[in-house]
């Protein structure tokens, strides 16, 4: 199995640690050609507007969001999360998602980067808790018919979904891969597994 990180900024290191003790060979991801054979892409957190800019220079937009808006096998964190989706609230003007995920979501919905936190999370979906970072954490404000909401965090006496998933896409609004919690790597891992070549 290869899974491709996006490697143009963010925390690259930490998910490439976390697919190497899954047992999978890492592509990081910074020019076309690395795009090649992967099974699996993951969309790291980072800054989503600089993404958005490197994706337009590097020329990696187009495959990258051929390949997120057929559904296939991708997990995006935090910023990698604000990438997947379809619709977000506050971008730049000149600040396009790849699109996939039937969400709306709110860039640095929780404030800026003195406002990050850490929180535990139920996840019954995944058996147990995850001990969330959540940094500059985006906030999913909208989530469409065909998404399933797998964990969410009480926030002023309501539920806010924070991971989700449509089919072979899982977006994440905190930071597994610091917490060392693997287990949506390996939901990751186990759509591409099941998914045609």
């Not at 976390?18 to 054979?37: L, Q, S, Y």
């Not at 808006?69 to 609230?89: H, I, N, Q, S, Y």
């Amino acid at each position: 199995m290869r899974v491709g990180i996006l490697a143009l900024q963010g925390d690259v290191r930490e998910h490439a640690a976390a697919v190497r003790r899954a047992g999978a060979e890492v592509a990081e991801i910074r020019t076309i050609d690395g795009f090649d054979d992967i099974d699996a892409l993951i969309l790291p957190g980072g800054e989503s507007t600089t993404m958005c800019l490197l994706l337009d220079k590097t020329g990696l937009r187009s495959p990258v969001e051929a390949w997120t808006r057929a559904g296939r096998p991708t997990l995006g964190t935090c910023a990698g999360l604000v990438l997947l989706a379809d619709r977000v609230e506050d971008g730049r003007v000149d600040q396009s998602p790849l699109g996939g995920l039937d969400i709306a979501v709110r860039r640095n919905g929780h404030g800026r980067q003195r406002h990050s936190f850490e929180a535990r999370v139920p996840c019954p979906a995944l058996s147990g808790d995850f001990d969330a970072v959540f940094i500059r954490a985006p906030r999913i404000v909208e989530v469409g018919a065909g998404v399933t909401v797998l964990a969410s965090l009480e926030s002023e006496g309501d539920l806010e979904p924070v991971v989700v998933q449509q089919g072979a896409l899982i977006g994440c609004a905190f930071h597994p891969e610091l917490a060392e919690d693997d287990r949506l790597l390996q939901l990751l891992l186990d759509r591409a597994e099941g998914a045609p070549s």
